[in-house]
């Protein structure tokens, strides 16, 4: 508190940090739970509309009278003076929210933490799912039995009469509580092409939805940590990320802290342990991955896979990968549509708005079931992916990760989460990617 209190009022004050800020109704009026996805803060932080409105002036270039002054203007005698602010400041503060020396210390802590660790702990343990692996399997033995989808239902399709080279899947990374349900689909139809053919290697592409990646720059953060989860330790295969570090001129492990608390990647390898357990697969190792938004693109009205940085690592990755000389599957753990005022639309989802959501997507996903880059990109380009659709990444990466044969994508089940407290909507689906046995290069 007292080195906030020292600044003076003509210097900018620090801005806020990455954060996630929930609007709830409390006690008959309107309040903001902010909360640090990448879990620095130590807790979570409740404030009312003042602090929020305090909190969305800190963005690093205002001062403490430009601060007030706006405020005054957007509460006519109101009552946020100095003393409001620092009182809000502190609490930021204190909390590890803004970007300033106190959140830098806990920062370089944490991730100096993580680079000594072994392993990637089960962040999401005990609190996502269960910490028990019975409890586990039973959480995932109720989705699978309630799924669409079945092992026995997958086969004899496109994979079993040998139509076709199971190359990926697209699997959610929804809270497994609210979309549980759709998941088994894709790791179904991963069991049924294992019938046919071992996978040894499992790239899975995660979404880095908390930042680590820089446009122009990088677009992938791979990390060398073993994934721990109930059901035991999985193996990652260092080799091909140190292969691909060196293909790209980089290392892609750079940011790698920011798979400590990232759920996308933990989800898909606790399906793939669960499914290789139940069918008696043979054993995997992993690539995980989080590629970064290639939204801003979209808003220029450019294609992602035109860029630099976005072509040459999705490329060293396709090369690593074949190098390694591992059958190998590529796992996309993403969700789709993320409207609502949760994610900045100032509209609550009704069901009408649902409904629309699910026509575009399912319009989405048509071009990538037909493998159309150039529809994929003419539909996002559109709205600069104003629907925050977080598979968009994925989806364009596939095009360079399984170029040089035919490709077609089923869709396998489609859900949506409705969150009654916030009026927002995150839409997802299940899809196997097939390639043509006629163009696709043969297994090793």
Not at 57 to 68: A, F, K, S, V, W
Not at 380 to 408: I, M, P, Y
């Amino acid at each position: 508190m007292r080195q906030i209190a020292s600044y003076p009022t003509d210097s900018p004050l620090p801005r806020v940090r990455n954060i996630e800020v929930i609007p709830v109704d409390q006690g008959g009026g309107r309040m903001f739970y902010v909360r640090d996805p990448l879990e620095i803060a130590p807790q979570p932080l409740l404030l009312g509309p003042a602090g929020m409105l305090v909190l969305s002036h800190l963005d690093g270039r205002r001062t403490m009278d430009q601060i007030l002054e706006s405020l005054q203007k957007a509460i006519p005698g109101g009552e946020v003076g100095v003393g409001e602010v620092r009182r809000v400041l502190g609490k930021l503060s204190e909390g590890c929210y803004l970007d300033d020396p106190v959140a830098a210390d806990r920062i370089a802590r944490v991730r100096d933490e993580f680079e000594r660790a072994e392993v990637r702990p089960a962040w999401h343990a005990g609190t996502a799912y269960p910490n028990d692996p019975g409890e586990l399997a039973g959480m995932l033995d109720g989705f699978f039995e309630t799924a669409a989808s079945s092992v026995e239902a997958r086969r004899g399709d496109s994979y079993g009469d040998r139509k076709g080279r199971l190359a990926a899947i697209m699997c959610p990374h929804i809270d497994l509580r609210a979309g549980g349900e759709t998941y088994p689909p894709a790791f179904n139809a991963l069991a049924a092409a294992s019938g046919c053919e071992s996978y040894e290697l499992f790239v899975i592409l995660g979404v880095a939805h908390n930042g680590g990646t820089e446009p122009g720059k990088s677009f992938a953060i791979a990390t060398g940590k073993h994934y721990e989860t109930p059901f035991g330790r999985v193996a990652t295969d260092t080799d091909v990320i140190g292969d691909w570090s060196s293909r790209t001129g980089r290392d892609v492990t750079e940011q790698q802290w920011m798979h400590r608390t990232e759920h996308s990647v933990e989800f898909a390898v606790l399906f793939l342990q669960y499914i290789q357990a139940r069918e008696d697969l043979a054993p995997f190792q992993v690539v995980p991955v989080l590629l970064g938004s290639v939204d801003h693109y979209l808003r220029e009205g450019r294609n992602p896979l035109h860029a630099h940085e976005v072509a040459s690592e999705l490329e060293a990755l396709r090369e690593a990968v074949s190098a390694r000389g591992m059958r190998a599957l590529y796992v996309l753990s993403v969700d789709l549509a993320h409207i609502g005022p949760k994610f900045g639309h100032p509209d609550r989802v009704d069901d009408a708005a649902a409904a629309a959501c699910e026509s575009v997507d399912r319009d989405l996903l048509g071009y990538v079931q037909r493998f159309d880059a150039p529809g994929l990109f003419r539909t996002l380009k559109a709205d600069g992916n104003g629907r925050n659709v977080d598979a968009v990444s994925g989806l364009f990466s596939l095009h360079t990760l399984l170029a040089g044969a035919e490709c077609r994508g089923d869709l396998l089940g489609y859900g949506q989460n409705r969150q009654d407290d916030t009026g927002s909507l995150v839409s997802y689906a299940s899809m196997a990617f097939y390639q043509s046995l006629e163009t696709s290069a043969p297994s090793e």
